[in-house]
């Protein structure tokens, strides 16, 4: 490859450097371009399991849970500082923005039999085992009775 001491503006390093710039303010921005990681505790009780997650400032209506099969899925977004679209924060520790969590449970839930509760800021979940029949045994007849 010949050296060009005129570098391209447009060339693939500079798309590169300029993705990786933007890239770079969007994570800058608070509450954009990130989600916050979940963490959960996950318990193994008679029939169910019982999910335990903490949930600072967040209300109940700004939480979604759903049930397919063995798949649960938490997502929400915690709230807003109350002067936070007043001031400039300089150091946060506190969860912001969207958060997402999708867990493959060990077993089928009865999504019917879920209970979820939001209490001081922790929510629980508990996850029963979707019962199913048990096998049925059947007897054949022969021919002519029945």
Same mark, same amino acid.
């Given at each position: 490859? *010949?050296?060009?001491?005129?570098?391209?503006?447009?060339?693939?390093?500079?798309?590169?450097?300029?993705l990786q710039a933007e890239f770079?303010?969007?994570?800058?921005?608070?509450?954009?371009?990130?989600?916050?990681?979940?963490?959960?505790?996950?318990?193994?009780?008679?029939?169910?399991?019982?999910?335990?997650?903490?949930?600072?400032?967040?209300?109940?209506?700004? /939480?979604?849970?759903? /049930?397919?099969?063995?798949?649960l899925t938490l997502s929400g977004?915690?709230?807003?500082?109350?002067?936070?679209?007043?001031?400039?924060?300089?150091?946060?520790?506190?969860?912001?923005?969207?958060?997402?969590?999708?867990?493959?449970?060990?077993?089928?839930?009865?999504?019917?039999?879920?209970?979820?509760?939001?209490?001081?800021?922790?929510?629980? /979940?508990?996850? *029963?085992h979707l019962q199913k029949c048990?096998?049925?045994?059947?007897?054949?007849?022969?021919?002519?009775?029945?």
């Open positions: 490859m *010949p050296f060009d001491p005129v570098p391209n503006p447009f060339g693939p390093l500079q798309a590169l450097r300029s770079q303010r969007l994570l800058a921005e608070p509450g954009r371009g990130r989600s916050t990681h979940l963490a959960f505790a996950l318990f193994q009780k008679e029939g169910s399991l019982l999910l335990r997650t903490p949930l600072p400032s967040v209300a109940a209506k700004d /939480v979604s849970i759903e /049930v397919d099969g063995n798949v977004q915690y709230c807003a500082e109350p002067d936070e679209a007043a001031a400039i924060a300089h150091h946060v520790e506190r969860p912001r923005g969207c958060f997402s969590r999708t867990l493959h449970l060990p077993f089928e839930v009865d999504p019917a039999r879920v209970r979820a509760r939001l209490e001081r800021g922790v929510l629980e /979940v508990e996850l *029963p048990a096998p049925v045994k059947i007897t054949v007849q022969p021919a002519g009775q029945g």
